[in-house]
């Protein structure tokens, strides 16, 4: 854990830090209930590093006078030690079998498919920092859909188009997204595999 500030000037005077948008988030949600001064926090961040010290004292402990200190500090993480505190004292992972949800799609609906967007290296949070994928071997732009080959040629699509994605919410507001040249639909078995041959 090491302190840092900004050099660049924001892009926008409507661009969001993540702690003001969680902040009005809560504010919009539990206006009558939330004891946290969200405000307070976001106008000083070190209220905030205040609270995670309180919460977790024996490795937060003096977080705002440490975050400062030559050297950083470190976060325990049990993976870097090898120490897993499961039952078998090794590390379980656990493949989920299917990525399907309690939200049925009607027969009639099949051309709505679900989004999900996975992390990739050269980002961390929202900060991209580089527009390549080494994990899924895709390099130049992060305006990639990945599909599986079946959902590509069921809506009769072809891989390297491009493609817009809307929303099947029909609630009077348009959304939208389209990708510069670069990206593209890609099939997601395909890249799986070479992710697999590279290991």
Known sequence: MHGSRGQTRPASPHLLSEPKIVAELAKATLPSRSTIAWDEWIADYSKIRDAIAKTYPEIFHDFNARLWQPGDFHRPLGARKREWKTETGKAN???????????????????????????????????????????????????????????????????????????????????????????????????????LSGM
């Open 93 to 195: 992972f656990i493949a989920p079998t299917s990525l399907a949800t309690d939200i049925d799609i009607p027969p009639e609906q099949r051309d709505v498919v679900q989004l999900i967007t996975p992390r990739s290296n050269g980002q961390f949070n929202t900060t991209v920092y580089n527009y390549d994928d080494r994990f899924r071997g895709i390099h130049g732009s992060r305006h990639v859909v990945l599909m599986h080959r079946n959902d590509i040629d069921r809506l009769d699509l072809k891989e390297g188009e491009m493609a817009a994605l809307t929303t099947a919410v029909d609630d009077g507001i348009e959304r939208r997204v389209e990708g510069p040249a670069g990206g593209g639909l890609r099939d997601s078995r395909r890249l799986h595999r070479q992710l």
